[in-house]
């Protein structure tokens, strides 16, 4: 890889990697569903400033917004107000492993949407490792794990929802001829007109004006969730979605180094060993059959997993999460 794909690397791997530490900090003085709405808004501003700047369009199908609006519910409103609340009690560190999870539910969903037909060995023996090393991340049975039984449902269910979200995306968004930049921005601004329907309902709590919070909900909104969209949209053109892919793996780490010396979290061994399993069993959802030899019949296999939408661009989505993934709304959660 050239000096320049390294540099896009990394810049997109720290900055989806601090996503987790920026909802930690921003949460000392802002609500879940303030936070989330705030960052909805911002990204999806940038966005579409981008992509209106490059003369690209949003849709104007009503079918095609429909499906924005579910994707949006799915990949944006629920899995980051849940993600959000979870980091309220519980850790940053966590929050991220966790959020590794979700080609597992991705895979689930593709099932039941009949996208996948047959389940190979090396999507099975992921899906069993993932969920295992999901299970030792929470720890049930040891009264001193890693975050509350309610933070740790927050993550998990989060991670179920923006698998889902990927999968759904999939099947009615990617390949409609719409630009991916533009189905991101447009998700994001469904997104955030459902924010706005529950803002009277969960989000009139007082605001506590932290320089901090104020800061971290900015980034949050403007740089993780707007620019890392465009950064993810130019890695996948520019340097493949083989390469954009390892963004999973590198944010994940990054946001457990940032949560053990920024917010000083402490990881048992459970955690560590976790999220060995999930970040192995996402490698084991990705991996795709080898070609058949020449001169060979090919050996039947089911259909390869859709690529997660958060990966193949922004995020939300950006997490994040078709060329690597659908440009989704930003990562991360």
Request: glycine residues 12%; aromatic residues 8%.
């Amino acid at each position: 890889m050239s000096k320049a794909t390294y540099a896009r690397l990394a810049a997109l791997s720290l900055i989806w990697g601090s996503v987790f530490l920026w909802i930690k900090i921003a949460g000392y003085g802002f609500s879940p569903v303030q936070m989330v709405l705030i960052r909805l808004a911002l990204g999806a501003v940038v966005i579409l400033a981008i992509g209106y700047a490059r003369g690209l369009r949003l849709p104007k199908e009503r079918a095609v917004w429909g499906h924005l609006t579910v994707a949006a519910l799915l990949g944006n409103a629920i899995p980051w107000t849940l993600y959000a609340e979870g980091e309220i009690e519980g850790s940053s560190s966590v929050a991220a492993v966790v959020n590794g999870s979700a080609p597992i539910w991705t895979l689930a969903a593709a099932l039941l949407l009949g996208q996948e037909k047959r389940v190979s060995g090396f999507k099975a023996g992921g899906v069993l490792l993932g969920l295992g090393g999901t299970a030792l991340i929470a720890s049930p049975w040891n009264a001193s794990s890693a975050g509350t039984g309610w933070s740790i449902l927050c993550f998990v269910l989060g991670s179920v929802s923006f698998g889902a979200s990927f999968a759904y995306m999939g099947k009615f968004l990617v390949g409609k001829g719409v630009p991916p930049l533009m189905l991101a921005g447009g998700q994001l601004g469904a997104a955030t007109v459902l924010l706005l329907v529950a803002f009277p309902f969960l989000g009139l709590q007082s605001v506590t004006w932290r320089t901090d919070s104020v800061v971290s909900v900015l980034v949050l909104g403007v740089v993780c969730t707007g620019f890392a969209a465009l950064l993810n949209f130019e890695l996948i053109i520019k340097d493949g979605a083989t390469v954009a892919s390892t963004v999973t793996y590198l944010m994940t780490a990054v946001a457990v180094v940032l949560g053990a010396v920024v917010l000083r979290e402490p990881l048992g061994w459970t955690v560590w060993l976790g999220a060995v399993a999930v970040l192995a069993a996402t490698g084991l959802l990705r991996r795709k059959p080898r070609p058949a030899a020449e001169g060979k019949a090919p050996a039947p296999a089911g259909p390869a997993v859709r690529p997660a939408p958060e990966e193949q661009a922004p995020e939300p989505a950006v997490r994040p999460a078709p060329e690597a993934r659908p440009q989704t709304a930003g990562a991360a959660d």
